[in-house]
């Protein structure tokens, strides 16, 4: 997957130097290296090119990198998180390049990575997925929305992330509409930033010759009233990142109305509001989202050409989760699930080393358990042994 976590990364690579090139690998590498991607080869590389801090992508990079790749693209060095990325058979994937003293690292983004999403959507498989009538456990968090026990929200209650000033001001573009600028209002949810926005965000930059394009991002209380089941999936301070870090979008609205009122347009000053072709949902009151922008003459439809959706995301996800597999046992020994079949997430103490279980959603039939990639987890926790070994004698 491609997410806000994988942005702040090539917004750190990019302070670190002048122009920034990512190397997108194939589908059929990420699959021998880490299982079934999300999101198709294609699909990654647009998401990829539109990030902002990107100047250009390199499609098809093999999943080790090497000097001989880094010499093709005229790279002085390569870039990457504070994490180890190991190959099937447990090699360092930048041994190559550090060797050479041609690498350089960034930090991580605390709280976010593919697996906690993956896991996010999975558990939306069980009751979350059900008749939101018919679900008390999900009911009762409707009136206290937002102020479960550990003080974040119930429906994205598996993310750890920490929002601050800073991360805003870093991903925001700090630009303000020139005179001239055609000011371009879009409002959604915006969960789990995907192709199927970008493309409709890029429809929506072309009609204009100067674009400036302002995102209204719903709060999740709002997002789950007209979305129901568990979504969102990404929380508000999630999906404002994920936005910003798109070139096409100037400024965003974190908590925008769901109604567009006249407040709104006249505030920002807009001159065009525009929606995809995605159904809109009336207002609490019965009443059209859209009045106001549609009794000015200023509301328009955008076509992305893309049918994707959160929906079809969260679809994938489940379609594929019988392929993954148990990536290594846990340093505690061997991880045990219920009959109906849960995603179990175990962080490995002080080693940082993130363990990934994924048990088939098997019911009655059994839970099927395939160990995978069992010597690259040794070789992969014998890395990480002998680093903290190195920090303790220094």
């Not at 976590?5 to 990512?22: E, F, K, P, T």
Request: overall charge negative.
């Amino acid at each position: 997957m491609v997410h806000y976590g994988h942005s702040n990364q090539l917004r750190q690579a990019r302070a670190m130097g002048d122009y920034l090139i990512v190397g997108v690998h194939t589908d059929e590498e990420i699959a021998k290296h880490k299982g079934p991607p999300v999101f198709t080869q294609e699909e990654r590389y647009k998401m990829v090119q539109a990030i902002k801090w990107v100047d250009e992508i390199a499609p098809g990079a093999p999943y080790v990198t090497t000097l001989e790749t880094l010499d093709k693209y005229n790279c002085d060095f390569c870039v990457h998180g504070d994490d180890i990325t190991l190959t099937i058979d447990g090699k360092d994937t930048y041994e190559e390049v550090k060797t050479a003293g041609r690498y350089r690292e960034c930090k991580r983004t605390q709280g976010v990575s593919t697996t906690d999403l993956v896991g996010r959507m999975l558990l939306m498989t069980k009751a979350h997925h059900s008749n939101i009538d018919e679900d008390l456990d999900y009911r009762k968090h409707t009136d206290n929305f937002g102020k479960g026990p550990k003080g974040h929200s119930p429906w994205t209650g598996v993310s750890q992330f920490l929002q601050t000033s800073q991360k805003i001001i870093q991903f925001a573009s700090g630009k303000e509409p020139q005179p001239g600028d055609t000011i371009i209002y879009v409002a959604g949810a915006f969960d789990l930033f995907h192709i199927g926005h970008v493309d409709f965000l890029e429809k929506v930059h072309q009609l204009a010759e100067r674009p400036y394009i302002i995102a209204g991002l719903h709060f999740d209380q709002e997002v789950n009233r007209y979305k129901g089941k568990n979504y969102p999936i990404m929380n508000i301070h999630e999906r404002t990142l994920s936005v910003l870090a798109c070139r096409y979008v100037s400024e965003v609205v974190i908590g925008a109305p769901y109604a567009v009122t006249a407040d709104l347009l006249d505030h920002f000053r807009v001159t065009l509001v525009c929606h995809g072709m995605t159904e809109v949902v009336s207002d609490k009151d019965g009443s059209d989202p859209y009045e106001e922008p549609k009794r000015r003459g200023i509301f328009q439809l955008v076509d992305s050409g893309s049918n994707l959706t959160t929906d079809l995301i969260v679809q994938r996800i489940i379609k594929n989760s019988t392929k993954w597999c148990v990536l290594g046992q846990t340093k505690h020994g061997t991880a045990a699930a219920s009959s109906e079949g849960e995603v179990l997430f175990d962080r490995c103490g002080s080693l940082g080393l993130q363990r990934e279980v994924i048990v088939t959603l098997g019911g009655s039939s059994g839970l099927e358990f395939e160990a995978r990639n069992q010597k690259k987890e040794a070789k992969e926790l014998a890395v990480l042994e002998a680093m903290k070994r190195l920090e303790e004698k220094h």
